[in-house]
């Protein structure tokens, strides 16, 4: 995946997000480990699995709202509690997962 360093893209807190394929990272971040970069290659392939990065995003909003009212508009909470995210975070420490054992649409284990 393409990484692009720079001062403005994700949020401060955050060190790397993926946009359409390509990974945005604080320049304080630089370089990324190796699991941030899985973490969010597995957001590509959950992409993949929506049916392109627009379904991808739109599921991704939808999920991070409902998780605010359930948690009372607690972001970390409601973050955590995104489907997306937690595949990424219980498997992003496992380089191999995308290539070797992940299956398509598997972030739907974690609904």
Not at 40 to 62: K, S
Not at 80 to 102: G, K, N
Request: glycine share 4%; net charge positive; with cysteine.
């Amino acid at each position: 995946m393409k990484i692009i360093y720079n001062s403005f893209i994700p949020f401060k807190g955050f060190s790397a997000m993926m946009l359409c394929g390509v990974i945005f990272a604080r320049r304080e971040h630089r370089p990324l480990s190796a699991t941030t970069i899985n973490h969010e290659a597995i957001h590509r392939a959950q992409a993949r699995d929506c049916g392109g990065y627009l379904w991808f995003y739109l599921r991704y909003l939808w999920f991070w709202l409902r998780g605010l009212v359930k948690y009372r508009f607690d972001n970390k909470k409601a973050y955590h509690s995104i489907p997306f995210e937690r595949e990424a975070y219980a498997y992003e420490y496992r380089l191999e997962y995308i290539t070797t054992c992940r299956q398509t649409n598997a972030w739907k284990n974690f609904v």
